[in-house]
Structure formats: structure tokens, C-alpha cells
């Protein structure tokens, strides 16, 4: 992924004001989505969002301004999102997110949105961990060795995940009923 | 190659990560069988839809409320150092003013103790303090501190 250049990300290490807001501009789209994907709501993605930003700004000390930034952003997004999981109790695998049926009727004009969220309602029904990954992939676009380093484990497994997460996803968006319905919109 | 694996190709695919020649395979695999056609174009369909849902709009208030939010924090950061420098400047001023006589004015590594205290009043004397040093002399008694007479009879000698 094309992420900042490494003398903005110097700038933001040392503090610099505009370095922040070129940060933010650059990653609010892909920490944004990540938020959707990994907790499943705009309201909770948006407070992950501030809180990624906010925290990244106030440990910006902890970041190597000689390594490339976008591992180091993204192990923090990724440790706050698995925070807010956690303190949510989040079971892996629970259906806790209501399921919205599309009226047969309105097949025709289901609207963007409304995709988006029953993508969103599939993703919550995967574990977390192949939630991640599918985030990292999809709206991070990392490859798979810098979801390896953001996430601390090997590319092979990175990849297992990729595959099981698709898998899981697939079965979930498209169970008995939905795909054909779907493949109508 | 059999089914299952060809799904593993499958899914590998359409993330991006089928290599050189598993493309081949997984396509003699797909002319072939009709179960593995439809399950690839349900895997291409969930693909597609995870694709299409990247957050392609974020809430339009976000940046600004980080950015207000970081300013707090950036004010607190900068607040914090403009009142710590001249407080630390000064601290070590005001050490440095009270040490200056034991490290600057003589060598004392080999100087007995009566020898240092001599050399600071000297020091305080040159400095304009000598005031306070008499205090010092007509304040100072060592049974303040539990000094036995004797002790301090010695010590006096």
C-alpha cells in the first residue's frame, strides 16, 4: 500500500501538528473501515477511529521514525480493536448483531448500504482473528508479510487465516436463501 | 486434484494469493467440474462484496474532532515544557550557585573535613554571604543534634 513518506512520518514522531493531520487524512478510510469490519458498527468504528488516531499521537515516542510507520500504525489499531473486543466479551463466533431480512419485494432496490451491512453482519459472525486479517487484506490493503509483521505471527498463518476467514465469510453471506436473493440486487 | 483442495485455490484466488501454477490446475479442475464452478462464483460474489464494503466515506466531523482533540493534547504536551524549562533552568541555577564552592573553588579530595567547611566560608565570604556564616557560627551548637559534650569538645579541638 502506498502509506506516507518516511519524512512525514519523522514529523509526526517529533510532534509535528500538519504531520498528524496528513496522517489522518492518508489512514481515516482504511482505520475507519477496519473499525467497521472488526466491531461491526458506524458508531463504534468511529470511536475506534478517534481513539487509533488519538493514541498513535500520544505514543508517537514508541515509533522508529528509520522503520516504515504503517506496521507500527496498524499493530496499534489492530491491539485497540482487540481491546474493544475484549472489553465487549465479544464471543467468537456469537451472532449479537440483528439480522436485517431483505423483503423479496424491495430485492430490486436493496441499497448500498444495506450490503454493507449485511457484510458487516457476516464479518461479525467470524472469529476475531480471521476478522482481522480479512480487514488488514481488504481495507488496509496489506500483503500478506505485512499483515505477518502488524500482527506479530508468520505468513504462513496469515494466510491459513485469509483462506478460513474467506471461507467462513462466504458460508455466513451467502447461507441458504440469501445468495440467490443477493445475486438478483 | 480433488474438490476440497480445489476450494482452498479458490478462496487463494480470489484474495490474491494463488500462485504461477496452481492457476492452471485450479483451472483444469473448474472445466471439469460443475460443483467447484458454482462454489467459485460464490466465493468471486463474497469477494466482491467484502471489496465493495471498504469504507469508501468516513463520518465528514472525524478528522476535526481527532485534530481538536490531539490540539488538547498537544497544548497539555507544550504547556507542560514551556513551564518545566524555566522551572528546571532555574532549579539548576540555584544548585549550581549553592555547590559552586565545593566544586569550583578548591580541590577538595584531600582535604579533612574542618578543611572544607574553612574553604566554604571562604567561598560564601567571596560571594557576599559572610552575614549568613556568622549566623551559621553563632547558630550552630552540636547538642541540637545529640552530640555529647565530650564529643563535642573534641570535635571543637
Same mark, same amino acid.
Given at each position: 500500500?502506498?502509506?506516507?513518506?518516511?519524512?512525514?512520518?519523522?514529523?509526526?514522531?517529533?510532534?509535528?501538528?500538519?504531520?498528524?493531520?496528513?496522517?489522518?487524512?492518508?489512514?481515516?478510510?482504511?482505520?475507519?473501515?477496519?473499525?467497521?469490519?472488526?466491531?461491526?458498527?458506524?458508531?463504534?468504528?468511529?470511536?475506534?477511529?478517534?481513539?487509533?488516531? %488519538?493514541? =498513535?499521537?500520544?505514543?508517537?515516542?514508541?515509533?522508529?521514525?528509520?522503520?516504515?510507520?504503517?506496521?507500527?500504525?496498524?499493530?496499534?489499531?489492530?491491539?485497540?480493536?482487540?481491546?474493544?473486543?475484549?472489553?465487549?466479551?465479544?464471543?467468537?463466533?456469537?451472532?449479537?448483531?440483528?439480522?436485517?431480512?431483505?423483503?423479496?419485494?424491495?430485492?430490486?432496490?436493496?441499497?448500498?448500504?444495506?450490503?454493507?451491512?449485511?457484510?458487516?453482519? =457476516?464479518?461479525?459472525?467470524?472469529?476475531?482473528?480471521?476478522?482481522?486479517?480479512? =480487514?488488514?487484506?481488504?481495507?488496509?490493503?496489506?500483503? %500478506?508479510?505485512?499483515?505477518?509483521?502488524?500482527?506479530?505471527?508468520?505468513?504462513?498463518?496469515?494466510?491459513?487465516? %485469509?483462506?478460513?476467514?474467506?471461507?467462513?465469510?462466504?458460508?455466513?453471506?451467502?447461507? =441458504?436463501?440469501?445468495?440467490?436473493?443477493?445475486?438478483?440486487? | 486434484?480433488?474438490?476440497?483442495?480445489?476450494? +482452498?485455490? $479458490?478462496?487463494?484466488? +480470489?484474495?490474491?494469493?494463488?500462485?504461477?501454477?496452481?492457476?492452471?490446475?485450479?483451472?483444469?479442475?473448474?472445466? +471439469?467440474?460443475?460443483?467447484?464452478? !458454482? #462454489?467459485?462464483?460464490?466465493?468471486?460474489?463474497?469477494?466482491?462484496?467484502?471489496?465493495?464494503?471498504?469504507?469508501?466515506?468516513?463520518?465528514?466531523?472525524?478528522?476535526? +474532532?481527532?485534530?481538536?482533540?490531539?490540539? !488538547? $493534547?498537544?497544548?497539555?504536551?507544550?504547556?507542560?515544557?514551556?513551564?518545566?524549562?524555566?522551572?528546571?533552568?532555574?532549579?539548576?541555577?540555584?544548585?549550581? *550557585?549553592? #555547590?559552586?564552592?565545593?566544586?569550583?573553588?578548591?580541590?577538595?579530595?584531600?582535604?579533612?573535613?574542618?578543611? *572544607?567547611?574553612?574553604?566554604?566560608?571562604?567561598?560564601?565570604?567571596? $560571594? /557576599?554571604?559572610?552575614? /549568613?556564616?556568622?549566623?551559621?557560627?553563632? /547558630?550552630?551548637?552540636?547538642?541540637?543534634? /545529640?552530640?555529647?559534650?565530650?564529643?563535642?569538645?573534641? $570535635?571543637?579541638?
Amino acid at each position: 500500500m502506498k502509506g506516507i513518506d518516511q519524512d512525514s512520518a519523522k514529523k509526526f514522531h517529533d510532534g509535528d501538528f500538519e504531520a498528524l493531520r496528513n496522517v489522518i487524512e492518508r489512514y481515516q478510510g482504511s482505520v475507519f473501515g477496519i473499525g467497521l469490519k472488526l466491531l461491526g458498527s458506524v458508531d463504534d468504528a468511529k470511536d475506534f477511529s478517534q481513539d487509533v488516531f %488519538l493514541h =498513535a499521537y500520544e505514543k508517537r515516542d514508541r515509533y522508529d521514525p528509520e522503520r516504515p510507520f504503517e506496521p507500527w500504525f496498524f499493530k496499534l489499531a489492530m491491539n485497540l480493536g482487540r481491546q474493544k473486543l475484549r472489553n465487549r466479551r465479544e464471543i467468537p463466533g456469537s451472532d449479537n448483531m440483528p439480522v436485517e431480512v431483505i423483503e423479496e419485494t424491495a430485492c430490486k432496490g436493496v441499497l448500498e448500504g444495506e450490503r454493507k451491512e449485511r457484510v458487516r453482519h =457476516a464479518l461479525t459472525t467470524l472469529k476475531p482473528i480471521y476478522r482481522e486479517c480479512l =480487514a488488514l487484506r481488504f481495507e488496509a490493503d496489506l500483503k %500478506l508479510h505485512e499483515i505477518a509483521e502488524v500482527l506479530g505471527i508468520s505468513p504462513e498463518t496469515v494466510k491459513t487465516r %485469509l483462506r478460513r476467514g474467506l471461507m467462513a465469510f462466504k458460508e455466513s453471506y451467502t447461507k =441458504a436463501g440469501d445468495y440467490s436473493e443477493l445475486q438478483k440486487c | 486434484m480433488n474438490c476440497k483442495n480445489a476450494e +482452498e485455490l $479458490i478462496a487463494d484466488r +480470489e484474495l490474491g494469493l494463488l500462485e504461477g501454477g496452481q492457476v492452471n490446475e485450479l483451472e483444469q479442475h473448474l472445466s +471439469e467440474c460443475a460443483d467447484c464452478r !458454482k #462454489l467459485a462464483d460464490e466465493y468471486a460474489f463474497a469477494a466482491e462484496a467484502l471489496k465493495e464494503s471498504r469504507a469508501d466515506t468516513v463520518p465528514p466531523a472525524l478528522a476535526d +474532532e481527532v485534530l481538536a482533540k490531539a490540539g !488538547k $493534547i498537544h497544548g497539555k504536551q507544550s504547556k507542560i515544557f514551556r513551564l518545566a524549562v524555566p522551572a528546571v533552568a532555574a532549579a539548576a541555577v540555584l544548585l549550581a *550557585v549553592v #555547590l559552586s564552592p565545593v566544586f569550583f573553588s578548591k580541590d577538595s579530595s584531600d582535604m579533612t573535613t574542618l578543611q *572544607v567547611l574553612e574553604a566554604y566560608a571562604e567561598d560564601f565570604e567571596a $560571594i /557576599g554571604m559572610e552575614d /549568613g556564616i556568622g549566623d551559621y557560627d553563632t /547558630g550552630f551548637r552540636y547538642e541540637d543534634f /545529640g552530640v555529647s559534650d565530650t564529643l563535642t569538645t573534641y $570535635i571543637n579541638q
